[in-house]
């Protein structure tokens, strides 16, 4: 048979031959056809990504690696725009993955969804909860790093609890900047600070300090917060430098957040795990201000735990870990009040010499040109112009020529970024149609020229990270869950089998058939 088919009438002649199949591999990997090797000018180092829009070639690459290895970051950081739906967290989900296996462990802080809790799971990571009726966070439990300091104790111990104050202040003066919708005044943060003190020091060993607790001490009124109010003595003076406080903090507990905030913390993150993912997804999308304090929240225990992690690996207590911080929808916390961009700002701004890479993910700068002040605007930009790396998915035109004053993008990258953004096509076969941007992004690294790269994930990655779950199918819905429940239940006996609490029924050192000793449940 001719290469291209018979010919003739019916032949069925083919006018295209199809490529040759190309395999990338390293040395160690094919070193038998080593020399026969092609140059690339795609980076190779981090997590693979995907192929070169334009020349196949595969490119890698993640805010930790090209940090710390590749060196063509000054600063871990990650942030990405892009309309919905054309795959800005899958890619983010890819570098979660894959910074996993390298031993670096992912922190999804407020995950919306849930985009990653599927993953997380799979990772054998921790997922917690957060919501009315599903579990809380005390803002006020200094958590892993109140741990981290008592277990080091001394001087560096001290610089950490004074460290864990100054982060439950910051925590504790945003949620009453989502309840005001303003920022505190100066004196109430002086006054709440002595309130945290007095409680610090006054609280008997082993039990958390609760905000009810915060109202107590408003009430009563100490000399040392007394003190703090300039009321010389007179009751009057104290009630109004204190009341406004009061009324706010009531509004945390019994105001549209309800008691999220008002009791122990549920679940605590774990440090040894190896991700953790905090999902929020049972919030309401009705309730912006629960949604943006859990999220802050998350972030505010998570970024503890880092720090605490880095204080025992400092005092040579614990093993070096590194960690990566996907902070997905970050329009929903910005919008929430005015003068939240300082608390993001900072609680996100010292990643660098925390052992930190963070992603942080939204639609657009338009973003943040919606806040209220010229001050926020320019803070909530300044987290793009801070950012490592910069990942554009399909974006409007004017979007990007926006984005470009602040990046420094070239009018091909603008073109091409913008042609990503239209729409897909009208199927007549009544077959779905993905959006002509989906998987396609822009990596911009400083001045350089961007690098435009196509992502195709694995069937793995799809069952994994479907942001479409309420679109599904029932029957297919069920088979899922069927699916995650068997995977869970297989994770839990091979842990416990590891960590030698059982031995398989049946097996030398197991219990005797019959016996009820060391029973397996599923």
Known sequence: MPPRGWYGPGGGRVGYLDPPTMWRATTVQACGMWPFAA???????????????????????????????????????????????????????????????????????????????????????????IGRGRGGINVLDPGAMGAAAA??????????????????????????????????????????????????????????????????????????????????????????????????????????????????????????????????????????????????????????TVAASHALADAGLEPRRWFFTVLDELWRPLRAASGIVDRIDALTRLNRSLGLGDAKITHTLKDAEALGTD??????????????????????????????????????????????????????SGEHEEPPGRGRFLIKVGGRPGIPIKVAITDAERRLHDTNTRWTPHEKAVERAVDQELAHTAAQVARAAQEGAYALPGSPEGPAPGSDAGRWTA
């Open 39 to 129: 140059g690339s000018g795609s980076p190779m180092t981090g997590v693979p990504l995907g192929q070169h829009l334009f020349t196949g070639a595969t490119v890698c690459g993640d805010p930790l690696n090209w940090f710390t290895r590749a060196r063509y970051i000054s600063n871990p950081s990650l942030f990405m725009l892009g309309m919905p739906g054309l795959g800005k967290s899958t890619l983010v989900n890819r570098m979660l993955i894959g910074l996993s296996a390298t031993g670096v462990v992912p922190l999804v802080l407020g995950d919306l969804k849930p985009d990653y809790a599927d993953t997380v799971r799979a990772l054998g990571g921790q997922v917690i909860s």
């Open 375 to 428: 001050a926020d605007r320019a803070k909530a930009r300044g987290f793009v112009e801070r950012a490592g790396m910069v990942v554009c998915a399909g974006l409007p035109k004017a979007e990007m020529e926006d984005l470009g004053k602040v990046v420094g993008l070239s009018r091909r990258e603008i073109e091409l970024v913008s042609s990503w953004s239209s729409p897909p096509g009208w199927g007549v």
């Open 151 to 304: 277990r080091i104790g001394g001087e560096a111990g001290e610089v950490l609890k004074a460290e864990t104050h100054g982060r439950v202040l910051n925590m504790v003066a945003a949620l009453i900047t989502i309840v005001r919708g303003r920022p505190m005044d100066d004196h109430e943060q002086s006054v709440l600070s002595a309130v945290l003190h007095h409680l610090r020091e006054r609280t008997p060993q082993g039990r958390t300090v609760l905000l009810p607790d915060v109202l107590r001490v408003l009430t009563e009124g100490p000399d040392r917060v007394r003190a703090v109010t300039l009321d010389r003595g007179d009751d009057a003076r104290y009630r109004d430098a204190v009341d406004p406080l009061h009324r706010s903090l009531l509004g945390i507990l019994d105001g549209p957040l309800g008691d999220t905030f008002a009791s122990e913390t549920s679940t605590r993150i774990d440090p040894a795990a190896p991700a953790v993912c905090i999902d929020i997804s049972g919030i309401g999308e009705a309730d912006t201000q629960l949604t943006a304090a859990a999220m802050l929240a998350a972030w505010s225990d998570g970024l503890g």
